[in-house]
């Protein structure tokens, strides 16, 4: 006493085809099973431009209440906003990333009020790629 039988093949079997049809399931009702939001262009501010090339566009997106940021930019004016979220799309607070710019280290900050914010670097290129951040009230 105090043995378990194993299952057989026919049983693990039968467990994993119940948990594939209860994942559908869940993914349909949930819709986790759903393309992810598209990345949405912003409309650049301050002189700042996308660099083009084989380098990501300036862009967002959000999922299940993080905010993906994306792209290099270049030519605008640094402390000044290169872009501004909606809302919806903007930290409950001040939040505060190194980035990389120019082979060197740069620093980008979102307000609360949206604006993504080249704080420190060169405007000869200035990367957004990989910022990501909780949006308020998520």
């Known amino acids: ?6 299952p057989t093949v026919k ?3 039968e467990d994993l085809e119940r948990l594939r ?21 912003p409309t650049l501010l301050n002189g700042w ?20 940021l994306r792209g ?9 906003a290169v872009f501004t979220l909606p809302a919806g799309y903007r930290p409950e607070f001040r939040e505060i990333f190194v980035t990389l710019s120019n082979d060197a280290l740069g620093r980008c900050d979102i ?9 420190a670097g060169s405007n000869l290129w200035f990367s957004l790629d990989g ?6 009230g998520q």
Do not use: C, H
């Not at 083009?52 to 566009?57: E, I």
């Not at 307000?111 to 704080?119: D, F, K, N």
């Not at 910022?131 to 308020?136: K, L, N």
């Open 1 to 6: 006493s105090g043995w378990v039988t194993p």
């Open 11 to 13: 049983e693990d079997r």
């Open 21 to 41: 049809l209860e994942l559908n399931r869940l993914q349909t009702v949930t819709g986790a099973a759903a393309a992810m939001d598209p990345w949405i262009a």
């Open 49 to 68: 431009v996308n660099y083009g090339g084989v380098f990501n566009p300036a862009g967002y997106f959000k999922e299940a209440g993080i905010v993906y």
């Open 72 to 80: 290099m930019v270049n030519s605008g004016t640094i402390t000044l």
């Open 111 to 119: 307000t609360v009020a949206g604006a993504v914010l080249a704080s």
């Open 131 to 136: 910022i990501t951040f909780r949006a308020s």
